[in-house]
């Protein structure tokens, strides 16, 4: 029996507990998924290095699950653009049962492989894209289809599985086994194994971020001002990392359209907008490199 559909023997009355003791059940257990993550670390520095240059040359992300795990998939992929700036149609995920299947079950739509292979054969996979194949058994047939089909067109591919030795880890390209074990309750896989799938996830793709030079010491100076909320962080950090007054760093966003990368390079090199752009072009985008050109 796979460990993610092994009952627990850690807590057999769990629907006789009082409620302090069930949510400590819940909570405590979710430390393994941070454990789990933490012992594929060597794993996952892999592929952020093997994915890095697939995606310097242009590449994609392309994420397929199905359930939990292609949710946290879909999640992923559109919360880059908001943080990075990353171009959506650079991250893009499809979902086993279409888009509706983010908000309600699609019975049976993770069980079809042609299905998997022809949604991620649409995006037109190419040998510079980095596909990530998610799934908690590590055997859903609609996840393993996709996989088939970006391995056929030459992209990378990336495989998150909670049980050792499955499929989707195991056949990939670099496999990611986040051995998160039994659930407090038996298979249900959107506790410590979801879990681990966002913490992996996100720790993959804001790796890769930080590489691409999206981050500036440890800010987040490639955000994309989409809402008062993110202008007014993009004002705050432009302070932070310039030094200048609030006033100048206001005026030098208002001239780049709120752009933190191009503010700071105007503010700290005193020139226009156009040239702290061609500064950071120069330096592929690295903010430091462009302040010490």
Same mark, same amino acid.
């Given at each position: 029996m796979l460990n993610t559909e092994t009952p627990s023997t850690r807590h057999p009355d769990l629907d006789r507990y009082a409620t302090p003791a069930l949510l400590e059940a819940f909570i405590d257990d979710q430390n393994a998924a941070v454990a789990a993550v933490k012992a594929a670390a060597p794993q996952l520095a892999a592929a952020v290095d093997a994915a890095l240059p697939r995606i310097r040359a242009g590449g994609r992300l392309l994420y397929a699950g199905a359930g939990t795990s292609g949710r946290l998939g879909v999640l992923d992929?559109?919360?880059?653009?908001?943080?990075?700036?990353?171009?959506?149609?650079?991250?893009?995920?499809v979902i086993a049962g279409g888009q509706g299947a983010m908000?309600?079950?699609?019975?049976?739509?993770?069980?079809?492989?042609?299905?998997?292979?022809?949604?991620?054969?649409?995006?037109?996979?190419?040998?510079?894209d980095v596909a990530l194949l998610l799934a908690a058994s590590g055997g859903t047939p609609y996840v393993l289809g996709a996989m088939e089909a970006a391995r056929a067109a030459g992209a990378l591919t990336i495989g998150f599985?909670?049980?050792?030795?499955?499929?989707?880890?195991?056949?990939?390209?670099?496999?990611?086994?986040?051995?998160?074990?039994?659930? !407090?309750?038996?298979?249900?896989?959107? =506790? *410590?194994? @979801?879990t681990s799938q966002?913490? %992996?996830?996100?720790?993959?793709?804001? $790796?890769?971020?930080?590489?691409?030079?999206?981050?500036?010491?440890?800010?987040?100076?490639?955000?994309?001002?989409?809402?008062?909320?993110?202008?007014?962080?993009?004002?705050?950090?432009?302070?932070?990392?310039?030094?200048?007054?609030?006033?100048?760093?206001?005026?030098?966003?208002?001239?780049?359209?709120?752009? !933190?990368?191009?503010?700071?390079?105007? =503010? *700290?090199? @005193?020139?226009?907008?156009?040239? %702290?752009?061609?500064?950071?072009?120069? $330096?592929?985008?690295?903010?430091a490199r462009a302040l010490a050109a």
């Amino acid at each position: 029996m796979l460990n993610t559909e092994t009952p627990s023997t850690r807590h057999p009355d769990l629907d006789r507990y009082a409620t302090p003791a069930l949510l400590e059940a819940f909570i405590d257990d979710q430390n393994a998924a941070v454990a789990a993550v933490k012992a594929a670390a060597p794993q996952l520095a892999a592929a952020v290095d093997a994915a890095l240059p697939r995606i310097r040359a242009g590449g994609r992300l392309l994420y397929a699950g199905a359930g939990t795990s292609g949710r946290l998939g879909v999640l992923d992929s559109v919360e880059l653009y908001p943080t990075f700036s990353w171009p959506r149609e650079r991250a893009v995920a499809v979902i086993a049962g279409g888009q509706g299947a983010m908000f309600a079950a699609v019975e049976g739509a993770e069980d079809d492989r042609a299905q998997g292979a022809a949604d991620l054969a649409a995006l037109r996979p190419g040998p510079h894209d980095v596909a990530l194949l998610l799934a908690a058994s590590g055997g859903t047939p609609y996840v393993l289809g996709a996989m088939e089909a970006a391995r056929a067109a030459g992209a990378l591919t990336i495989g998150f599985a909670n049980n050792p030795g499955a499929p989707v880890s195991s056949q990939a390209e670099i496999g990611i086994v986040l051995d998160t074990g039994a659930e !407090v309750i038996s298979g249900s896989t959107r =506790l *410590k194994a @979801g879990t681990s799938q966002k913490i %992996a996830l996100n720790t993959f793709s804001s $790796a890769l971020m930080v590489r691409l030079n999206k981050v500036y010491g440890n800010l987040m100076v490639d955000l994309k001002a989409t809402n008062a909320k993110l202008v007014k962080r993009a004002l705050a950090l432009t302070v932070r990392a310039s030094g200048a007054p609030e006033a100048d760093a206001q005026a030098a966003l208002g001239a780049c359209d709120h752009h !933190v990368k191009t503010a700071l390079v105007m =503010l *700290k090199r @005193g020139v226009g907008p156009d040239e %702290a752009r061609a500064l950071l072009e120069a $330096a592929d985008g690295s903010v430091a490199r462009a302040l010490a050109a």
